[in-house]
């Protein structure tokens, strides 16, 4: 099938857009084999049309910067680029096969001019495997310094903008910018990838709407994201002006990463929320369905790269940094912090506890100093100067109380720190602490404790023997996505001053054993789950999470950001109103069950009284001597008795088939010698949770008893559907009574009953009576509509007679969503337009119903 392109894409943003010139087309895409490549606006076409094939394994990893240094050459005015080797990018290749191509998409961290971004990027291209997105100045401003670092960074660390000082409203400029940048990603990434073979790897807030252009370009594109920040709380959340845009963004993936199952838990109750998706583990992957296509949800904190930390460690600059560091506070215990100066990250809560500290342990000043190492900040604002301001404003108070002529209780290092003076303070240091009130993983604890375990080098330098027990300790705060992994660290609440004194004084005060232990787990951990882990691991279940894109059908729907894939069956179409309407004339004995609400009645409706035309459709067709047509529902019986009066002959099966009747003259007939003595059981169970969950209610049927939740809270009201479910079905387990959990509802009702019997009762009724049908048709909206459609493609192959041909079966389901039916129709204004297409083709003539009795004796 073909996608249309999205140039006009960014159309969904109301105002005035940026002015964005035409992507640059110089850079070839990239073909695996000889052939033409289109070069018209579409970029070709889609899903299963192209026949390229791939000769390697590729991934196409799209982050806002590139893995890549940039500098111009002073003398010849020439661009040089070379890896950036601490690039988490460049070093999660480890946990791909040798055999797998790379290719980066993204940023570079210097402006190119115009004149020469076609000789870069083929260089880029040919020397690195990059492809360089070369946004404008301005757009690049408002795009990451404006929506993503003044919006979208202080929401997503749990950062109102309660006042114009503490924060930047939403301005739809900025937000216009974020979407015209993601959309030359996407561009550019179309210029790159074979979308039939290829896998694409997004990473981090800064493109979160990025999949939602490449699946409208490519809806079987194998698509993943990895979100590098905390994931706040709906409640939070929720402030965003463009929270569904983003929201549904994410779920055009097929894999989604966190570092934390609080940050998914987060994710997943927004989903509940705002769009009404539940989720379930399915065989221990978290699956979200989403128009037919499963979201798989990856709960997987990164790892370092072992290798290029030790290979730090192992240079000969490294062991001499780590003697000068010993001589220069020997006699003295170092805490070692390693933070971004900005307000997330403690460093001023930091200096406050190590205050208490010396304050509270009098034995300690002149024997302990806090190296605080500050890396410079990502990002200029007001709230970065005050954090500085703070910090040193603190630090200064310290030293002047606690300090002397040749001692220093906190030394702030506010300067370009390499990474062999980093290692050599992390294998100095007794402890580390890591204080941010939040923060996405922080990889800091992981480093301090691989330079803790030391190489020989380092051995000898310290003057220690090699198979000397290591030992490490770790402070770390309960908000950063590193401490769920670090079971042996001391958890504190960074906002709890004494509480985080106190855990100092324990990490430096335990006992050498205990110390060991602590840090032979935390080794352990470090180095088996490190990045070429966390890459192996992501890339393995995206694969898995796209295993089936290829046996079902898509079709694009929705516009805008609202774009999303709908993913059936191959044998799942629309039913045609022409296909049907013949096959219904060529037919003498048809019978037709259709559910009431959603069906012939919107569910939206508050209104359940069917319209006049509905009421005239069904009238014409049930005075059609060859027709047997039934309202199949869940409603109770005297309620559909009213109002359906006026239909005089036709057939209605009320509370899911327990009562039904042929026609109006007929009496309502039930399951027979069925016991409901378990409903007073039920329903003191359902008032217990009825009274301890504010917005649910319980509607007590002649059949059934059903607890609604749809007016709970969702999180809370699922949790509580899920426990009732259990309670119900343990007290139950004696009794012949069946506990069925649907959209907002819990119900109980009698074994045996559904509206599948319904259907496999009247065919019988009619083979039993020597009628047997040549066309079935079923239509309905919901689960308890999908026995029905089992009943009668399972039966209707055997209701007919040897001699006769077998019927017509027709299941159709209302909307476009997985189903046992094999057609649909979109709403219940197709359902009547199709009734009215029978209505007209059966005979006016009124006509003597043929009174059958139903008999439930006969099935059980």
């Known amino acids: 099938m073909t996608s249309r392109s999205c140039a006009n894409f960014l159309d969904m943003a109301s105002g005035e857009l940026l002015d964005i010139p035409q992507t640059p087309r110089a850079l070839p895409r990239v073909m695996t084999v000889p052939g033409i490549i289109s070069d018209v606006e579409g970029y070709g076409s889609n899903d299963g049309d192209s026949d390229v094939t791939s000769s390697r394994e590729r991934k196409i990893i799209v982050a806002n910067m590139l893995p890549l240094h940039g500098q111009r050459n002073a003398e010849t005015a020439k661009w040089s680029f070379s890896l950036d080797e601490d690039s988490l990018l460049l070093q999660m290749k480890d946990g791909f096969s040798p055999e797998t191509e790379v290719i980066y998409v993204g940023s570079l961290k210097v402006e190119i001019d115009a004149s020469e971004q076609e000789e870069v990027a083929q260089k880029l291209l040919d020397d690195f495997n990059c492809v360089p997105t070369f946004l404008p100045y301005d757009l690049q401003k408002k795009f990451y310094y404006g929506f993503c670092k003044q919006q979208l960074w202080p929401l997503f660390h749990y950062m109102l903008p309660m006042c114009p000082d503490h924060g930047e409203r939403f301005d739809r400029v900025l937000w216009q910018a974020y979407v015209s940048a993601n959309k030359i990603f996407a561009d550019k990434v179309m210029e790159v990838v074979n979308p039939e073979e290829d896998s694409i790897w997004v990473h981090d807030y800064h493109l979160m709407v990025l999949p939602t252009f490449l699946r409208k370009l490519y809806n079987r594109v194998k698509l993943g994201f990895f979100l590098h920040s905390p994931f706040p709380s709906s409640e939070i959340y929720r402030t965003l002006t463009v929270r569904d845009e983003i929201l549904k963004g994410l779920l055009n993936c097929d894999l989604i990463g966190f570092h934390t199952f609080d940050y998914a838990r987060h994710f997943l109750s927004c989903c509940s929320r705002m769009l009404g998706l539940d989720y379930e583990s399915k065989r221990g992957h978290i699956g979200l369905d989403y128009f037919g296509r499963t979201v798989y949800i990856k709960i997987l904190p990164v790892g370092i790269h072992m290798g290029r930390l030790e290979s730090v460690l192992n240079l000969p600059s490294t062991p001499i940094k780590l003697k000068e560091i010993q001589e220069k506070f020997k006699g003295k215990k170092l805490i070692i912090g390693v933070d971004d100066m900005d307000i997330f990250k403690g460093i001023s809560l930091k200096l406050l506890a190590f205050e208490q500290l010396l304050q509270q342990h009098q034995e300690l000043p002149g024997k302990l100093v806090l190296i605080q190492i500050v890396n410079p900040a990502r990002s200029s604002g007001k709230d970065v100067q005050e954090a500085k301001r703070e910090t040193y404003l603190t630090a200064s108070r310290i030293n ?208 359940k009284v069917p319209s006049p035309e509905v009421i005239t459709v069904l009238n014409t067709l049930c005075n059609d001597p060859k027709n047997t047509v039934f309202i199949v529902s869940g409603r109770g019986r005297s309620s559909l008795s009213e109002w359906l009066a006026p239909c005089e002959r036709l057939g209605l099966a009320a509370e899911h088939g327990y009562f039904i009747r042929w026609n109006r003259s007929s009496d309502w007939q039930s399951i027979p010698a069925a016991d409901l003595d378990w409903k007073e059981i039920v329903e003191p169970v359902m008032k217990l949770y009825t009274e301890a969950t504010d917005g649910s209610s319980i509607e007590t049927k002649e059949s059934a008893v059903v607890w609604h939740h749809q007016d709970a809270d969702p999180d809370f009201g699922s949790c509580q559907a899920k426990e009732l479910l259990d309670h119900l079905e343990n007290v139950l387990a004696n009794e012949p009574a069946v506990v069925k959990r649907g959209q907002h509802i819990v119900e109980v009702k009698p074994q045996g009953v559904s509206k599948g019997l319904v259907a496999e009762t009247v065919l019988s009724t009619m083979v039993n009576s020597g009628k047997p049908p040549d066309f079935v048709m079923c239509i309905g909206d919901d689960r308890s509509d999908e026995d029905m459609f089992e009943s009668i493609l399972s039966r209707g192959s055997t209701v007919s007679c040897p001699s006769l041909p077998a019927p017509a079966i027709f299941a159709c389901t209302v909307g476009r969503k997985p189903s046992k039916a094999k057609y649909y129709l979109d709403d219940t204004v197709d359902v009547v337009r199709l009734l009215r297409g029978f209505a007209n083709a059966s005979s006016p003539k009124p006509r003597h119903t043929a009174h059958f009795q139903v008999s439930f004796d006969s099935v059980f």
Request: glycine share 6%.
């Open 400 to 607: 002047e109380v606690y300090g002397s002529s040749d001692y220093e209780p906190v030394i702030l290092i506010d300067r370009p720190v390499g990474r062999t003076e980093k290692s050599a303070y992390y294998a100095v240091a007794e402890c580390c602490i890591v204080n941010a009130v939040r923060d996405g993983m922080n990889l800091v604890p992981y480093k301090y404790v691989v330079c803790r375990q030391g190489t020989p080098q380092l051995d000898e330098a310290m003057g220690v023997k090699m198979d000397c027990p290591r030992t490490s300790m770790l402070v770390v705060s309960e908000f950063i996505g590193c401490s769920p992994s670090l079971s042996g660290a001391i958890r504190v609440n960074p906002w709890d001053i004494d509480a985080v004194a106190e855990a100092l004084n324990s990490a430096i005060t335990m006992p050498e054993s205990e110390k060991q232990l602590r840090h032979e787990k935390h080794f352990r951990y470090v180095s088996s789950h490190d990045v070429a882990y966390w890459a192996r691991s992501f890339v393995q279940d995206l694969e898995r999470a796209c295993k089936d894109h290829y046996s079902k059908r898509c079709w694009g729907i929705g516009l805008g950001l609202g774009f999303r894939v709908l993913s059936l069956s191959p044998s799942f179409r629309k039913l045609s109103t022409d296909y049907i309407v013949s096959a219904y004339k060529r037919t003498t004995r048809r019978a037709i069950f259709l559910d009431y609400d959603g069906t012939v009645v919107p569910q939206s409706s508050i209104i």
